[in-house]
Each structure stands twice: as C-alpha cells, then as structure tokens.
C-alpha cells in the first residue's frame, strides 16, 4: 500500500510526479500561501525540483507515505497538497493556490485523506495551525477534530516563536486520548478557554 489515488465528487488526489514541477513551484513560491508553512517560499524552478526530489520522491519511496497532489477533475494538474505524517503524530497539513481558496477543496481533499487513514488502521490523526491562521483551524474543525491544546514553539528553519493550536480526531473510538508530544516538548503550554477568531 503506498499512496493509492483518491477520488471525491470534484477532485482526483494523487502522488506527485516529476512532471509537476511546475505546478509545485506555483503552489509553494507564493509568499502569501506559504507564511504559514515551514519552509520558505520557493524561488526558482530549480528550487521546485529539488523540493520534489527531496519532500515527495523520497517520500514515496517508503511502505507507506500519504502525501497527495489536489487535482481538479476538469483540470489534471496540481492545485495544492493535502499530507498526513507516517509517524507518531499522524499530523495532516495541507496547502492550495489561493485563486482557488474559499471552494471547500482543502476540505474535501483532506476528508478523502482522512477515510483512507481510518481504512487503513491509522487511530488518530492531529493537526496544528498558527493562532494567527486561524482558517487553517475551521478546516480542522470541518474535519471532525477538536481542540486539544496551545504550545509554543521557535520554529525552523523561519527561527521565529509561534503559539501553535493542536487538533485532534481519534479515528477507532478512544475519545479519551490526546496525543500529548507537543505539550511535553514545549515550556510554554496551556488550554485556552476562549479563542479568538
């Protein structure tokens, strides 16, 4: 099992090949739909390839990877991306050219993600969005996840201290679990009460 394509009423979710370089430069070169994402914005296509070979081709190279290109049915190259993490966190995160924000189609492509974790066995699945994005939370909230917890974290390679929000949908029915790594790694974590929009 590695990486099966994916499809909902609108959307094919597939891996990402090496003709999509371009499409990748256009997704992850934007400043503004990467301020939230840990890496810098790409410059160059050559920067593109190389985000290729190391994020998705290794990626792929594994048992098992979850990491989709969004497609349009009616147009076959890449939108954005929708990830989910092999490791313990299981943390799903995800990105989309914003000529096509405000469609719904993070959300659907993410909900498809996550029907195919719980297929697979997967028992929960996390999320974390900067306080300061908090659109990246109604999505996680549209995903069935709840607010777990708020930590601090300097964040690399930007270097810079961000309050993350963590979400949290358990997947096999133990809604008593909290996937508790972030608060343990962070001196600075807490429960907001209130949350602002």
Not at 8 to 15: P, Y
């Amino acid at each position: 099992m590695n990486t099966p394509t994916l499809e909902t009423e609108r959307l094919i979710l597939r891996k990402f090949t090496g003709d999509d370089v371009e499409a990748l430069y256009q997704i992850y070169s934007d400043e503004e739909v990467n301020r939230f994402l840990p890496w810098f914005p790409l410059k160059t296509m050559e920067d593109a390839r190389a985000f290729y070979e190391s994020r998705f081709a290794s990626s792929y190279q594994q048992e098992c990877a979850y990491d989709y290109a969004i497609c349009l049915k009616e147009a076959p190259g890449p939108v954005g991306y929708v990830s989910a993490a092999v490791n313990d966190s299981h943390d799903i995160g995800y990105g989309l050219r914003k000529e096509f924000w405000h469609r719904g189609i993070v959300t659907e492509a993410a909900q498809a993600v996550v029907e195919q974790l719980r297929k697979d066995g997967i028992p929960y699945i996390t999320a974390t969005h900067d306080v300061n994005n908090p659109r990246s939370g109604e999505v996680m909230k549209r995903l069935g996840m709840r607010y777990q917890y708020s930590y601090e974290e300097l964040w690399q390679p930007k270097n810079f201290l961000v309050t993350f929000r963590m979400y949290q949908r358990n997947l096999d029915g133990d809604d008593s679990r909290v996937y508790k790594t972030y608060w343990n790694m962070s001196d600075v974590h807490f429960i907001e009460t209130e949350m602002s929009p």
